[in-house]
């Protein structure tokens, strides 16, 4: 059974962290790092390319990941596979015991590394979950042929924008998402805590019922929240964050110390995280180290959240 | 209308070759709106051949190259003409019918055919439609996903769009803001409640023939 639907549907905090894997074959890195994390959150998500920038795949990372004795979440977009494809990798995924997913449309390969590869999109992230529903409710694929054994049960993921305009596109579209199967939805990073909260008002005049995680971003340096802020969707570091990585970053050149901004960035990220569990805000967050998974100890442990 | 595009100079002279007699068969409907394939670039064309040394033994435009029976009659004294190739200026579709009539002689396209299109100004096309079989654009405010949305994305939005601009082109606005927009103005938001069954891609399988006669 899922560790994270485990966690989450005993009303636990739920903690996941996400992993790339590598720009090539070697998993060396991404193995230390879930040492690191082993232990120290319920699952591992694995990302499918992000940002349309070419990776080895997300289901060989998993089954790395398992083997080690960390519960991976596979990621799914919809923009490299249609439904055969995405359904055959669900269906090896339940051969190695995963049985934690999350569905994406993906980002466009026109904003990746690889421009020339074909989108997809057979499926976008609705229709991903919509099949994996009915895959479980019939017991038969998407060719409509009956699985020996019985259809693999996947605790289904989704994502969602809470910094958007109109929000009711979003909202509109995480209630689709919901019906369609999602369990949980991790958000994109979020950074003020107001606008979250005004997030979750909506989805919950929405009536819509599901576990939230909401997503982390430990910043690094005012540069990297300015770079977001300009380029990442949804992403919005408010200001006074940025001025103050600025000043960590001037005070650090001043007294000859290395690494300040990146100290303040785990500190900041483990006051949202405990802020978040205390005021009962959402269900468990989903930290993207974006590389750093070896703070990520330090962060939950500075929040004070154990799993 | 097809919207087309002119190849390359350099590219209709490759095909073209050796050859040293050319017909030319424009079209009469989409390629001429186009300024790609009317009496003006026949003209232009010939000129180009003309420099290259060649001979252009035959011209014509066909009302609707895409035609079938039309463009038999307008063949004939092209081929007649016993031009060693022709050049066609219309959009994929006519090219091919062309050839269908053109006997022996290879047929080359002198245009790229890029898509189903809308005249929005004189001189500027927008794509509209992308034949997908089963056409949404009821449900989504006669703004259509599949075409206007980078990712086709039938089931809403993706989180890319940032300040109501697509990830993928910033010129473009989000579709689903667009369908949006419409269904609120038309008062039918409540459209977007409708949780829709997946379309499918089966009605897309090509090529399709569709005949009122029963038979092909």
């Known amino acids: 059974m899922s560790i994270l639907k485990d966690a989450l549907e005993s009303g636990k905090f739920g903690v996941t962290a ?6 090539g074959y070697d998993f060396a890195e991404q193995m230390e790092a879930a040492e690191v994390l082993s232990g120290k959150v319920h699952a591992v998500n694995v990302t499918d390319m992000q940002s349309a920038s070419l990776k080895a795949s997300g289901i060989g990372l998993c089954i790395k990941l398992k083997q080690a004795g960390v519960e991976p979440i596979l990621q799914i977009t919809g923009r490299d596979r249609n439904r055969m494809a995405i359904m055959g990798d669900i269906l090896s995924a339940a051969s190695f015991g995963i049985d934690t997913m999350l569905a994406l449309t993906g980002d466009h390969p026109v904003v990746g590394d690889c421009k020339d590869s074909k989108p997809v999109y057979d499926l976008d992230s609705v229709g991903i979950l919509k099949m994996l529903t009915k895959m479980e409710q019939t017991g038969c694929d998407c060719g409509g042929n009956e699985i020996a054994g019985g259809a693999p049960q996947f605790y289904k993921g989704a994502a969602v924008t809470p910094v958007y305009e109109p929000i009711f596109l979003q909202i509109n579209k995480l209630r689709q998402k919901v019906e369609a199967g999602a369990m949980y939805v991790q958000t994109q990073g979020i950074f003020d805590l107001d606008q979250f909260k005004y ?4 989805v919950d005049k929405a009536g ?59 500190e900041m990220a483990a006051e949202m995280i405990a802020k978040i569990k205390d005021e009962k805000l959402c269900d468990g967050v989903h930290i993207m180290a974006i590389g750093a998974e070896k703070n990520v100890p330090t962060i939950l442990d500075k929040a004070g959240i154990t799993v | 209308m097809i919207i087309t595009q002119k190849k390359p100079t350099e590219e209709v002279m490759a095909m073209v070759g050796d050859a040293k007699t050319v017909a030319i068969v424009g079209c009469g409907s989409c390629a001429t709106a186009c300024q790609t394939g009317g009496e003006a670039q026949i003209a232009e064309l010939t000129a180009i051949l003309e420099q290259a040394g060649k001979k252009v033994v035959a011209t014509t435009v066909a009302d609707y190259c895409c035609m079938n029976l039309g463009v038999k009659a307008k063949m004939k004294p092209v081929v007649a003409a016993t031009p060693e190739c022709v050049i066609c200026m219309s959009c994929g579709d006519g090219v091919q019918c062309v050839a269908k009539n053109a006997g022996n002689i290879p047929v080359y396209p ?98 399709r023939t569709i005949s009122l006669r029963g038979k092909k």
């Open chain 1, 18 to 23: 996400e992993m790339a894997p590598p720009k």
């Open chain 1, 199 to 202: 997030f979750l008002d909506a």
């Open chain 2, 110 to 207: 002198s245009n790229n055919t890029m898509y189903l299109g809308e005249a929005v100004r004189f001189g500027v096309w927008e794509e509209a439609c992308r034949f997908c079989g089963e056409c949404v654009l009821g449900q989504t405010g006669a703004v259509c996903p599949i075409t206007q949305c980078a990712k086709s994305l039938v089931n809403g939005p993706c989180g890319g769009q940032k300040n109501g601009k697509c990830e993928v082109n910033p010129e473009n606005e989000c579709a689903w803001i667009k369908i949006y927009e419409r269904l609120q103005a038309t008062g039918q938001v409540e459209k977007l409640m409708n949780t829709r069954e997946d379309k499918g891609y089966g009605a897309f399988a090509y090529p």
């Open chain 1, 208 to 266: 819509i019922k599901t576990h939230i995680m909401a997503g982390i971003i430990p910043l690094k340096s005012a540069g990297m929240a300015n770079y977001m802020n300009q380029n990442v969707p949804g992403i919005d570091v408010p200001q006074h964050m940025i001025d103050r990585l600025s000043a960590a970053a001037a005070e650090g050149k001043e007294k000859g110390i290395k690494g300040l901004p990146t100290q303040l960035g785990i």
